[in-house]
Structure formats: structure tokens, C-alpha cells
């Protein structure tokens, strides 16, 4: 039998007594050191009614088919007895919530004979992620509700209720309670669970509730008690106690746009921006930050006079007419609070042809690909040999994969800087990534990336490097059923020397075959590097962060280029010295890439 702690991404809060990260904003499950299989798409798999549903006593059988057992509606529940979270002893009404330690085998979540602690919280099944939270805009006070339960050896219950402004990534409020075995007992025992509020935070849009049979495992750094099996909690009669503002909150959502990189002399228009009144009276707007090109917006602060729950709609618009970089931040000064969105964007010039080596791609500062584009084919279309490729039907592609992607697990799976070009395992039929023209001289140049790639006995999956030259599509590299893991930990190479004066394209293609997720980042054109060159280990690029001139040592005989996050090359020395020292005053703040012939180093410059 083996003991699970089910993994859970912590959010940090300072209003906890024990000043450690708390309440789980996502979690997701491993087991045997095997990832989980995600998925780009997101649909929600329940409403979001677990506040409404205080006394549980509505109930969904929605996830039985996966060895889940029962649940109250909008409520989600992993625990060692799912035949019993559907408690009979109600303190009110007809049930009550059971969670319950205990050993489990579920194929479905990849367990196998493994101890876990019962778990139950307000959420939704995003893709193949759990995620925590809905919709809420009060002003929580307090909860009061009743407990029971049994709880062996030094296990610990939890209660966790945490008010999120999702928008701004921010915590709100956080109350937490705990109960040894000497305070529970077979008769309901009421309680009241306490709100803190942070100063100064934001106005809420979603709560999190969580609860658990054993503190083992929950917190980040340190258990609270044992995990034993057969520890039980049991909750009922929820009561949530809200304050009524007496003055106008202003809230907005989104809290930033990220526009992407936008063509010089084009326009983009950002998804609509919503001002609401989330108290009472009337909410006005005194100021509002006058945008300078390349931005604008329809906001319009006249127009703003909301009364309660009352709505404002409006958009921004990046026009770049210069190539780079342009942030601006838009401020609100209104009667229910100061808010301000953050506003980015990339003033991007044409693609043409790639002629300059060395090329890097990390698709940094992205929110969409720019100058590689996405294309679909069916194995009965032509597979892999590329025949009648076409745009992809749906959005279950290949996509730039941040941070927040894949549940709030994207950075998993990004090698460096804090974008790469991924893909979920549910993604259809071939799926193509295909690069811009490389224009290859005469001198030999090699192809190297760096990838997630995970597969098992289970799931297998399928993985292409094609090129494109003469008309033709080529695999120039396959992995399939038996192909070693490769979670960043190893550089690609794939040989270009076939291919000198002539002009291709390069596809990354994954080939649905129910496998796992797949990433690939840092991706290089250059001068080979040999297999066994240990240069990347003695180089050293200092300072770092630098703002007028940086240093690359032990780089003798190199090329060294400087790249920034449009893969555009801003500095270039060929036949470096060993202690090779680059002017870098004329860059603007942002982050760049030192490329020494093919190895890659983030640099981040400041002003």
C-alpha cells in the first residue's frame, strides 16, 4: 500500500497564524512520478452552486462513472470512501457531507492501493485539472455551520474558506479552522468560521471552500497530524453571513490585457472590459487615465454613474506604428475605489524569409504565434506526409502556452522565460506547428529545441519534426511507443546539413494517440554544436540583470548574438574573445536571449 499526498497548488496568504501558504487554488493528482494528462479545452463539468447548496441536500451522481461516488451539486470530492460521502445523519434536513480517509484503487485518476485523505471543495472540472472556486461578490463576514466526526491517531480536520479576486490574482479574505480528535465527536457540534481581510485588497469575484478529513499533505513546507485510514469529518448547515457596503466598490474585469505582438500599421481590439458597482449608492468616475498612442479606448468616465450591481462596458485598442515593446497603465479614480489595468503589447514587423543565423524562437511576450502558424490534417487526409493541410477546425491545438494555461499549470511546462508552444493531449487527428521560411546558406546549420515529452505503458504518444523542402514534407525525427521521457531536461538536435541551399520549413506535428500533453521552447537555428561540447557548462553571461554592457566569458572563437523576444537579433559578434564584453545602453527594459553558438541564457535588462 503506498500513501498518497494529493498535490495541490498553494496560494500564499499572510493573515494565516501559521504564515504559510494556504488554501489550494488547483490541484492535481500524480501518482508513480506519472504527470497528469491535461487538456487545452475547458468546460465546466458542474455549476458552480456550492455556495447556494449550504445544507447539502441536493446531490449529482455526474463523476460515478469515474469511481467518485456521489457529490453535492457544485461541490467536487475525492475521498477513501466514496460510498459514504452522502451522509444520513443529518443535523438538518435529510444529509449532510462525509469525507473520509481511506485506501483507494481508482484507475481513472491513476491510483493503485494508495492511502489518501478525503477532500471536498467548491469547484468545477476544468479539462483534466481540478479547479477550486465560483462566482462571489459579497463581502463575506463569517460562516457558522455544524461538525462531527472520528478522527484516529494525531489526524487533523480542515476547514479553508478563502475570498479570491481572480481578475488581479489577488486574496481578498482567508478564514481557516482546524479540529483534532478531542474536539469531535459523534454529535454536532456548532461553529463559527472568521473572514480576515487583507488591507487594501481588491473588491471579490470568487470564493474557495475547502475541507478535509487530515492536515497531511495540505500545506506547503510542513504536515499538520497523520494521515490514517479510516478518519472522518462530517459538515452540514452552512450559513454564510455577509456585510452590506454602504458605499460604492468599484471592480473591474479583466484587471489587464496582454495584446500580444500586433503588425505595425494593424490594430487590435481586447475582449470587453466590464465596470461594475459591487456596493451601494451611486459609483462615479473623476478621472481616467488619458492613453497615448499606440493605445486608445471607448471608456468613457462621464458616462459612468452606477447604481448597485449596475454595469459599464468598454475596450482598449493597440495600434503599434513602430516595432517594440509598449506598456501603459490605465488608472480609474472613482468614489468606490482606484483600480488599474495593465496594458501590453508588441509592435511587430513583417515576417519574411529568415536569412540571419543564428534564429531563436522562445515565444516570449506572445499570446498568439507570430510568423509560425498552426495547420490540421486527418491520418486520412495524408497523416504525416502533410497532404491538404488546413486551418484547425476548433481551437484544440497547438497554442502559446503560459503560465496560467493548463489549469494554472502551465509553467510546468515551459523550459524558459515564461512562454512556449504546447498542445493537450486531447487535441484531434495531426496538429502542425509550422516555422517561416528558413533560407539556408551553404554553411552546414542544425535545428535544436528543447521539449516535454512523456509517455508510459499506458499512454503512448506520437511526436514528428518534419521538413519542408521541394515540395515535399520529410520526417526528420519520430517519437512514438518506446521513445525515452524528455520533461527539459535534454536539447534536440536534428541535422540540417542535407538541407544547405535550399529554402524549408520546419513542423513540429503531434498526432493524437490519447498520450499526454506535449511543449517545445527555445527553439534554434545555427552553427552545429557537438553532442559531447561541454560550453555551455563553462560560459557565463554577468551581469544579470545589466543595463549598459554585459560580459560572456570563456566564449573564445563563438558567435555570440543577442536576441530580443521577437527572435529579432539586436546585437551580433562573430569570432568572440574569451572574456567578450557587448554593449547592450541602447536596448530597451525587457527580457533578451544571448545566444553563444546555440546555447541559450536568458538576460534580463533594466533601466
Not at 489518501?116 to 462566482?135: C, D, H, K, R, V
Not at 521539449?451 to 523542402?469: G, K, L, P, R
Not at 561540447?533 to 543577442?562: F, G, H, K
Request: with cysteine.
Amino acid at each position: 500500500m503506498k500513501k498518497l499526498v494529493l498535490g495541490i497548488m498553494l496560494v500564499a496568504c499572510t493573515a494565516l497564524v501559521f504564515g504559510q501558504s494556504v488554501v489550494k487554488q488547483n490541484f492535481k493528482l500524480s501518482s508513480n512520478d506519472r504527470p497528469m494528462k491535461l487538456s487545452t479545452e475547458m468546460p465546466n463539468g458542474m455549476k458552480g452552486t456550492g455556495t447556494d447548496n449550504n445544507g447539502f441536500e441536493t446531490w449529482n451522481n455526474t463523476l460515478g462513472f469515474a469511481g467518485l461516488g456521489e457529490m453535492p451539486n457544485g461541490w467536487l470530492m475525492i475521498t477513501g470512501n466514496p460510498a459514504a460521502q452522502k451522509s444520513n445523519t443529518a443535523q438538518a434536513g435529510q444529509y449532510a457531507i462525509h469525507v473520509e480517509s481511506g485506501v483507494i484503487t481508482n484507475p481513472v485518476l491513476q491510483i493503485t492501493d494508495s492511502l489518501i485523505g478525503g477532500t471536498a471543495f467548491i469547484g468545477a472540472f476544468t479539462g483534466s485539472a481540478l479547479a477550486q472556486g465560483e462566482p462571489f461578490t459579497q463581502n463575506l463576514t463569517s460562516i457558522d455551520g455544524y461538525v462531527r466526526g472520528n478522527l484516529l491517531g494525531q489526524d487533523t480536520a480542515v476547514l479553508v474558506c478563502q475570498i479570491w479576486n481572480g481578475a488581479q490574482q489577488a486574496e481578498v479574505a482567508l478564514g481557516l479552522m482546524l479540529w483534532g480528535g478531542d474536539e469531535l465527536s459523534a454529535n454536532w457540534t456548532p461553529f463559527t468560521l472568521t473572514l480576515e481581510y487583507e488591507v487594501g485588497a481588491p473588491a471579490p469575484d470568487s470564493i474557495v471552500m475547502f475541507m478535509s478529513s487530515t492536515g497531511y499533505g495540505l500545506f506547503q513546507g510542513f504536515n499538520i497530524g497523520t494521515l490514517t485510514a479510516g478518519s472522518w469529518v462530517e459538515f452540514d448547515s452552512f450559513t454564510y453571513n455577509v456585510e452590506t457596503p454602504t458605499t460604492p466598490v468599484a471592480a473591474v474585469n479583466p484587471m489587464a490585457w496582454a495584446a500580444g505582438a500586433v503588425m505595425v500599421g494593424e490594430n487590435a481590439t481586447s475582449p470587453t472590459f466590464t465596470l461594475t458597482n459591487n456596493g451601494s449608492g451611486t459609483l462615479t468616475v473623476s478621472n481616467a487615465t488619458a492613453l497615448s498612442a499606440p493605445w486608445s479606448t471607448t471608456f468613457s468616465a462621464g458616462a459612468v454613474s452606477l447604481g448597485a450591481g449596475e454595469t459599464y462596458t468598454f475596450t482598449f485598442g493597440f495600434a503599434p506604428t513602430v516595432a517594440g515593446a509598449a506598456n501603459q497603465a490605465f488608472v480609474l479614480t472613482t468614489n468606490g475605489g482606484n483600480l488599474t489595468i495593465n496594458l501590453s503589447g508588441t509592435g511587430a514587423e513583417g515576417c519574411g524569409d529568415v536569412t540571419t543565423y543564428p534564429y531563436f524562437e522562445g515565444f516570449e511576450g506572445l499570446t498568439e504565434f507570430y510568423c509560425w502558424e498552426t495547420q490540421y490534417n486527418t491520418g486520412a487526409d495524408g497523416g504525416i506526409n502533410g497532404n491538404n493541410l488546413i486551418d484547425p477546425p476548433t481551437n484544440n491545438t497547438w497554442f502559446v502556452c503560459q503560465p496560467s494555461s493548463f489549469g494554472g499549470n502551465g509553467a510546468d511546462y515551459i523550459n524558459t522565460g515564461t512562454r512556449s508552444a504546447a498542445i493537450g493531449y486531447t487535441a484531434p487527428e495531426f496538429n502542425w506547428l509550422i516555422s517561416p521560411n528558413f533560407v539556408l546558406p551553404a554553411t552546414p546549420k542544425e535545428l535544436r529545441f528543447y521539449m516535454w515529452y512523456f509517455q508510459d505503458a499506458t499512454y503512448n504518444t506520437n511526436f514528428y519534426v518534419n521538413i519542408y523542402s521541394n515540395g515535399t514534407w520529410t520526417p526528420a525525427l519520430t517519437y512514438t511507443s518506446g521513445t525515452p521521457t524528455n520533461e527539459f531536461e535534454e536539447v534536440v538536435t536534428v541535422d540540417l546539413t542535407a538541407y544547405a541551399n535550399q529554402t524549408i520549413k520546419i513542423a513540429f506535428v503531434y498526432e493524437y494517440t490519447d498520450g499526454y500533453q506535449l511543449a517545445i521552447d527555445d527553439i534554434t537555428v545555427g552553427n552545429p554544436v557537438g553532442i559531447g561540447s561541454e560550453i555551455a557548462n563553462t560560459i557565463n553571461v554577468y551581469p544579470n540583470p545589466a543595463n549598459n554592457v554585459i560580459t560572456i566569458t570563456n566564449a573564445e572563437n563563438t558567435s555570440i548574438t543577442v536576441i530580443n523576444i521577437l527572435g529579432k537579433v539586436v546585437a551580433k559578434v562573430d569570432n568572440a574573445s574569451a572574456n567578450q564584453n557587448i554593449d547592450i545602453s541602447n536596448l530597451s527594459q525587457g527580457t533578451y536571449f544571448v545566444n553563444v553558438d546555440g546555447n541559450i541564457f536568458k538576460l534580463n535588462v533594466v533601466k
